[in-house]
């Protein structure tokens, strides 16, 4: 059994910054993929970035970011991925949404209760 406790939502003026965290508990694979999804009122969630662990990463897996993302949200954690962070600067109203913690390990996905952004002045 996994649990993800998501933290760090709030509301930002837009060109802010948050910080999201997440904390896994339970039985963590050392190959797993943690990372953060999101999804606003009347759309489907989105990938916004993923991050595999050391081993896997080791193994030739990258970091990934979706388009909209890029050179303004950073993914970060521990060795052991059972820690993962979304450091998002130059926040946009279009960031606004539910942002959700998610771990795929051993063919299994887990996911968090959700933290809200809103990024409004």
């Known amino acids: 059994q996994v649990q993800l406790v998501e933290s760090g939502g709030g509301l930002v003026p837009p060109g802010g910054s948050l910080r999201l965290s997440c904390a896994a508990s339970?039985?963590?694979?050392?190959?797993?993929?943690m990372g953060w999804y999101r999804q606003a009122p009347g759309k489907q969630r989105e990938l916004v970035a993923t991050m595999p662990s050391l081993s896997l990463r080791f193994g030739g897996r990258t970091i990934t970011y979706a388009d909209s993302v890029k050179g303004r949200f950073t993914i970060s954690g521990d060795n052991a991925n059972k820690s993962v962070y979304l450091q998002m600067n130059s926040l946009k109203p279009e960031d606004t949404a539910v942002y959700y913690c998610?771990?795929?390990?051993?063919?299994?996905?887990?996911w968090g209760q959700g933290t809200q952004v809103t990024v409004s002045s």
């Open positions: 998610n771990l795929d390990q051993l063919g299994a996905s887990s």
């Open positions: 339970g039985t963590i694979s050392s190959n797993n993929v």
